[in-house]
């Protein structure tokens, strides 16, 4: 029982226990929770909203796009100090000047198949030539937003070799659930 009030002081039992007041979202885009058979018996995994999420939504795949390479907090890293790379903040400017990874740069993902200039491709929307593609790390508020799989089945449709993109999934939340450093009120 020591144990117990000890965790719960540091606040480590407490994300562990729904709370009434928590939101109830779901999982995927038809799914509102699995049930699975357990040696006690069903178990019924359910998605609550809290305060380590920034936002609702639904879960998203790590693959958005076949051929689109998954990473992690140390590939965002390397490719920060890449110049083949960029590490391209996809959320709208309202979520941007809250908080982003210092050295990102913004391309809202509404505008990202006009901008794929700035991404190594030349031409115009719908006429790109990306033969010279740089290595994209793309991400947005975390595992339940749609902004950068949006985007990055955009840049595809418009000729962006998908094998250039890396979907940072954790994005924001994991970001700052790690404990990163970020910048605020860049434009």
């Not at 885009?29 to 939504?57: F, Y």
């Not at 929307?125 to 937003?145: H, I, M, R, T, Y």
């Amino acid at each position: 029982m020591r144990l117990l009030t000890a965790l719960v002081a540091m606040g480590l039992a407490a994300s562990t226990v729904p709370l009434a007041a928590e939101e109830a979202l779901d999982l995927g885009p038809d799914t509102k929770s699995v049930t699975i058979q357990t040696e006690d018996g069903p178990v019924e995994i359910t998605r609550t909203m809290n305060d380590t999420q920034l936002i609702g939504g639904v879960l998203q795949p790590m693959i958005p796009v076949p051929g689109v390479q998954p990473a992690g907090e140390l590939e965002v890293l390397a490719a920060l100090q890449d110049e083949k790379a960029r590490v391209v903040d996809m959320r709208t400017m309202e979520w941007r000047v809250k908080s982003t990874i210092p050295g990102s740069i913004h391309i809202p993902y509404t505008e990202v198949s006009m901008r794929l200039d700035e991404l190594g491709c030349s031409g115009e929307q719908g006429k790109w030539d990306c033969s010279g593609a740089l290595e994209v790390f793309a991400f947005c508020n975390g595992p339940a937003c749609g902004q950068s799989p949006q985007a990055i089945r955009a840049m595809v449709r418009e000729g962006f070799p998908a094998e250039k993109i890396h979907y940072y999934r954790g994005g924001m939340q994991d970001w700052l659930v790690l404990g990163l450093t970020t910048v605020e009120n860049l434009f």
